[in-house]
């Protein structure tokens, strides 16, 4: 930029903006909750609701971190190729799909290998959407806002959603008496990123077909 904005121009351009950012927080939320959950909460949930060994549940987590390295570029390649509306859609709905049933199959008998079955595949949910949806989101952003609206929509995502996860989780068990309703949770989180990607890329092929009549 030839102009660097003042503050007062970078919020009014962020309120004017404010659509974009609540999308991008939607957007994102699938990102952050799913990353919460494989790391921060999966130590609490395998040794206390599980009731597995505390290395059994720092290892998951450990190969969780280092999968998570894996995935990430993996997501932006694929995206790169293919589009990253499909690759959005297509992870999310596979988490709104399987996450309570993938968590109620490992309540129901936990093991060792079943934890580390079930959380690499949220792993691979979360490594492959948020390498796709950082991409996207920096894309859809209007780039004289793009460093103010692309914090405030992650920032606000993590805030309102993945640092909340270990809290819903241990609530959502306490209150439902299922050790499984964490699930419902992170569907909760793939449906904001579906209603999202949706929502952003319909806009965006509107605004393209307004552009070219014009």
Known sequence: MKKHP??????SSAAVNWRI????MMLAAMTTVTFYFVTVYTPTFGKTVLKLSTRDSLLVTLMVAVTN???NPVGG??????????????IA???FL??????????AAPTFGKLMAVQLMFSFYFGVYSGTMLGALVEVVPAHVRTTCFSLAFALAAALFGTFTPFAATK????TN???SPGFWLMCAAASGIIAALTIYREKAVAAREAVAA
């Open 6 to 11: 003042t503050t007062s121009e970078v919020f």
């Open 21 to 24: 950012i609540v999308l991008g």
């Open 69 to 71: 390295f894996i995935w």
């Open 77 to 90: 390649a694929v995206s790169d190729r293919i589009g990253r509306k499909p690759v959005l859609l297509a």
């Open 93 to 95: 709905g596979l988490s």
């Open 98 to 107: 399987t996450a309570y049933p993938a968590l109620l199959w490992l309540t």
């Open 172 to 175: 959502l068990i306490e209150m």
């Open 178 to 180: 299922n050790k499984a």
